[in-house]
C-alpha cells in the first residue's frame, strides 16, 4: 500500500526558512516522480517542484526557482522541499504526491492529473 506522509510546516516569519519532508512507504523512489504541490486558500493547487528518475533530475516552477530545492534521500525513501526566503504568498496547504515518471516531462511536471498517490498536506504560514 503506497503512503505518502508530509511533515514540517508551521508558522515562520517573512523571510525565514523551512524544510518539508515527505516520508514515502509502499514503494521504492526511483520509477516514479515526486511532486510537491501547494495549495492556497481559494485558488488552485499548483506544482511547484519535482524530482524523478534513476538519476533525480529536478524541475521547478518559476515562481519558486532560487528559492526552493527538492532533494530525495533513497536510503530513507523520502523526498524533501527545502523552501529559503518564505514570503506571504508561500502559505498554502504543501502536498507531496507520486507518478509513473515515464509519464513525467518538463512540460507536464505540474499537471496534477498524472499523479495518483498523495499526501495528506502540511500547512505552511508565512505571518510576522
Known amino acids: 500500500q503506497v503512503q505518502l506522509v508530509e511533515s514540517g510546516g508551521g508558522l515562520v516569519p517573512p523571510g525565514g526558512s523551512l524544510t518539508l519532508s515527505c516520508s514515502i512507504s509502499g514503494f521504492t523512489l526511483d520509477p516514479f516522480a515526486i511532486g510537491w504541490f501547494r495549495q492556497a486558500p481559494g485558488k488552485e493547487r499548483e506544482g511547484v517542484s519535482c524530482?524523478?528518475?534513476?538519476?533525480?533530475?529536478?524541475l521547478y516552477a518559476d515562481s519558486v526557482k532560487g528559492r526552493f530545492t527538492i532533494s530525495r534521500d533513497k536510503a530513507k525513501n523520502a523526498v524533501y522541499l527545502q523552501i529559503n526566503s518564505l514570503k506571504p504568498e508561500d502559505t498554502a496547504v504543501y502536498y507531496c504526491a507520486t507518478a509513473p515518471a515515464q509519464l513525467i516531462a518538463a512540460n507536464n511536471a505540474f499537471a496534477t492529473q498524472f499523479y495518483d498517490n498523495w499526501g495528506q498536506g502540511t500547512q505552511v504560514t508565512v505571518s510576522s
Open positions: 524530482i524523478l528518475g534513476r538519476l533525480g533530475s529536478t
